[in-house]
T-cell receptor, first 114, second 116 residues
Framework: NAGVTQTPKFRVLKTGQSMTLLCAQD?????MYWYRQDPGMGLRLIHY???????AKGEVPDGYNVSRLKKQNFLLGLESAAPSQTSVYFC?????????????FGQGTRLTVV | AQKITQTQPGMFVQEKEAVTLDCTYD???????LFWYKQPSSGEMIFLIY??????QNATEGRYSLNFQKARKSANLVISASQLGDSAMYFC?????????????FGQGTRLTINP
């Protein structure tokens, strides 16, 4: 029962470095999301995808890019990391657009940019 | 725009007491869903309970119940007979159609601490 898997779980970057966070789900879900969690601000949506080959901007997309080349994978890229991107990142997926279907979350990636 | 507000940054409750976590929402969509998630110190997000905007009855899942008051746009989580393991962050979230696509919007969270 893998569910939603995020890699890596922890990472420290220097300002200006780039990296890619991988989210993989084995539940054949259509929708996938990337959130960031910061103290006192809850989870904020960065980008999302409603199906393979599609991506769209969320609430806080600046500084991030995403790709969904395969249905099961949703990649979040930081081209030039900044200290303001220090956060915990969560990936989530859900099977379809029905309102009563829950979103399943990965375990999070703690990213520190120094 | 859709918005979720949780006005209690932190709550402290004695073990075995009931606790109510507040959540108010704002949306113009007639159809939406409301969720509560628990985030323990280990960091994962655990789904607790769901309430649909057209559901006639308040949702219940074991010790969790959702006090849904549609006219007031509130969806408070009630935990009965609290346990030490209930200590965690709790997030209220709303699912609805924003700009043609379904999104899940979260509140700021409430940190619940259960005292022995």
């Amino acid at each position: 029962n893998a569910g939603v898997t995020q890699t890596p779980k922890f990472r420290v970057l220097k300002t200006g470095q780039s990296m890619t966070l991988l989210c993989a789900q084995d539940m054949n879900h259509e929708y996938m999301y990337w959130y960031r969690q910061d103290p006192g601000m809850g989870l904020r949506l960065i980008h999302y995808s409603v199906g393979e080959g599609t991506t769209a901007k969320g609430e806080v997309p600046d500084g991030y890019n995403v790709s969904r080349l395969k249905k099961q994978n949703f990649l979040l890229g930081l081209e030039s990391a900044a200290p303001s991107q220090t956060s915990v990142y969560f990936c989530a997926s859900k099977i379809n657009q029905a309102l009563n279907t829950e979103a399943f979350f990965g375990q999070g990636t703690r990213l520190t940019v120094v | 725009a859709q918005k979720i507000t949780q006005t209690q940054p932190g709550m402290f409750v004695q073990e075995k007491e009931a606790v109510t976590l507040d959540c108010t929402y704002d949306t113009s969509d007639p159809s939406y869903g409301l969720f509560w998630y628990k985030q323990p110190s280990s960091g994962e997000m655990i789904f607790l309970i769901y309430q649909g905007s057209y559901d006639q009855q308040n949702a219940t899942e074991g010790r969790y119940s959702l006090n849904f008051q549609k006219a007031r746009k509130s969806a408070n989580l009630v935990i009965s007979a609290s346990q030490l393991g209930d200590s965690a962050m709790y997030f209220c979230a709303m699912k609805g159609i924003i700009q043609g696509a379904q999104k899940l919007v979260f509140g700021q969270g409430t940190r619940l601490t259960i005292n022995p």
